[in-house]
């Protein structure tokens, strides 16, 4: 579903680059974790991805098809992506039945052609929340609405930016839940980064371990499980996790 060859990206002429001949094969329906700790250039190749940041070198396909350097509307029906921090992504005077329709008006279709109720039903919402408005919801509802509105559009692959860690612990698990429910019913394909092993674990089926701008790992899950990695910078990440784990 996805295929990136060789993605270097640099900010800035001359610089060196933040990521460096990246490739990766994503199958359809299946979710793939990219991890690595803070900085090593994770959310550079979903920007990349997503249309973001079209300065890039190397190439994306998106089911078999390149994409150019800037993303049209018919790749947003296609891929959309969901953040960190929902408080930032939701617009904070719109009630969220105006937010889960804004999709359908980015893309010039009729706004009544979604079933926000239902809609708000499949992420595990009350729809009597429809009238309500971002700061009056608690941080996993407001995450469950940023997956509704990414939803809208049937899209076959999501790109998911650490879409807990701004979340509560207690939390975080819901929305993992939620995410892995979501992937198997509608069949879609995940990108998943993440700096914490123990959400890629949760989530995903197959594993790139990335250490300063370059993959140094891809494993598929079963073996970070059973702590059969090569590198030692991914052994480094998961004995981190595991040490973190044990005081947690
Ligand atoms: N717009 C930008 N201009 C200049 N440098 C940038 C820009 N965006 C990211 N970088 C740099 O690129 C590197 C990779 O950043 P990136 O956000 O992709 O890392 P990450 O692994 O996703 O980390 P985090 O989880 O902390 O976001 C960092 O050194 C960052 O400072």
Do not use: W
């Not at 060789?6 to 060196?16: C, K, M, P, V």
């Amino acid at each position: 579903m996805i295929e990136i060859d060789n993605l270097t990206i640099r900010f800035g002429s001359g610089q060196r680059p933040v990521v460096r001949n990246v490739s990766l094969r994503i199958k359809r329906g299946t979710a793939f974790g990219l991890v690595g700790e803070s900085g090593c250039g994770k959310s550079t190749v979903l920007r990349a991805i997503s249309g973001l940041n079209p300065n890039y070198e190397g190439g994306i396909k998106l089911d078999g098809d390149t994409l150019g350097r800037q993303r049209d509307r018919q790749f947003f029906r296609r891929v959309q992506m969901v953040f960190q921090d929902p408080y930032g992504s939701l617009h904070p005077r719109k009630t969220i039945r105006s937010q889960l329709k804004e999709p359908l008006r980015n893309q010039g279709l009729a706004t009544n052609s979604v079933d926000v109720d239902a809609l708000l039903l499949a992420v595990g919402l009350d729809p009597s929340l429809t009238y309500r408005f971002p700061h009056q919801l608690s941080g996993g509802q407001r995450q469950r609405v940023a997956i509704a509105r990414a939803l809208v559009l049937n899209p076959a692959v999501l790109l998911l930016d650490e879409p807990t860690s701004a979340l509560d612990v207690s939390v975080q698990a819901e929305i993992l839940n939620l995410l892995e429910d979501l992937r198997k019913e509608r069949g879609l394909t995940y990108l998943l980064v993440s700096h914490d092993l123990a959400v890629v674990s949760h989530m995903c089926g197959r594993v790139a371990i990335m250490e300063a701008g370059e993959i140094v790992e891809e494993v598929d899950i079963e073996r970070l499980r059973k702590g059969a990695v090569e590198h030692s910078y991914s052994r480094h990440l998961l004995n981190a996790s595991r040490n973190y784990g044990r005081t947690h």
